[in-house]
């Protein structure tokens, strides 16, 4: 089946640890974005990468690093930076022309 | 600044009645809009997409969308609502060309049975 997977889908941490989301594509496809949900604020772009070795940062990036070392994979670490780190993490991936295909999410819980 | 705006943040509806989600956007330049659904405990999900032509597109499970480029407007329609239809529902949009997305802050829609 082609699609994004994202694990874990539940990830408890203790405050001051950095933790790192994984998420993995099989569509060939060019773009990978993560995203942040959180209740009545949809969704927030992070990072987002276009290509291999190359990334952006999005609206909300503080707190946050990426790596894009290979075109299916693009984990996402949440540092000890990042001051109100729960919430839901959306992993999405794109070609240029086209609409997002999204992973099932991962819910970050930091104690 | 680039935005996407959505007006109802909750609506509830009975089955049958018809549904209008309101979704503006401010952004310079050519675009590409998008509705996703995200129902309880699923994925996110394409629920039609306009890229040029026709502005009035037609999308999954019964919906509709309309880009009226005056008003900077793409409104999510459909015609009778089901039960199933409970759902939260984004309008993003991405400037052509580019591979950004916007998001609106979403709209949880319930239909009462």
């Known amino acids: 089946d082609g699609g994004i997977t994202q694990s874990p889908k539940y990830l408890f941490r203790k405050e001051g640890q950095n933790v790192t989301l994984s998420c993995e594509q099989n569509?060939?496809?060019?773009?990978m974005y993560w995203y942040r949900q959180d209740p009545g604020q949809g969704l927030r772009l992070i990072y987002y990468?276009?290509?291999?070795?190359?990334?952006q940062k999005g609206d909300i990036a503080e707190g946050y690093s990426v790596s894009r070392e290979k075109k299916e994979s693009f984990p996402l670490t949440v540092t000890s930076a990042q001051k109100n780190p729960t919430a839901f993490y959306l992993c999405?991936?794109?070609?240029?022309?086209?609409?997002?295909?999204f992973g099932p999410g991962t819910r970050l819980t930091v104690l | 600044a680039q935005s996407v705006s959505q007006h109802n943040h909750h609506v509830i509806l009975s089955e049958a009645a018809s549904l209008e989600l309101g979704c503006n956007y401010s952004?310079?330049?050519?675009?590409?809009l998008f509705w996703y659904v995200q129902y309880p405990g699923q994925h996110l999900q394409l629920l039609l997409k306009?890229?040029?032509?026709?502005?009035l597109v037609k999308g999954i499970k019964g919906f509709e969308a309309e880009f009226i480029k005056s008003k900077f407007s793409f409104n999510l329609r459909k015609p009778s609502v089901q039960w199933s239809d409970t759902a939260e529902y984004f309008c993003?949009?991405?400037?052509?060309?580019?591979?950004?997305?916007?998001f609106g802050t979403g709209t949880r829609l319930k239909v009462l049975a």
């Open positions: 999405a991936s794109s070609m240029q022309r086209g609409e997002q295909f």
């Open positions: 569509l060939n496809h060019d773009a």
């Open positions: 990468s276009q290509i291999v070795n190359d990334f």
């Open positions: 952004y310079g330049g050519t675009v590409n």
């Open positions: 306009y890229f040029s032509g026709d502005p």
């Open positions: 993003a949009v991405r400037g052509s060309g580019t591979y950004k997305y916007i």
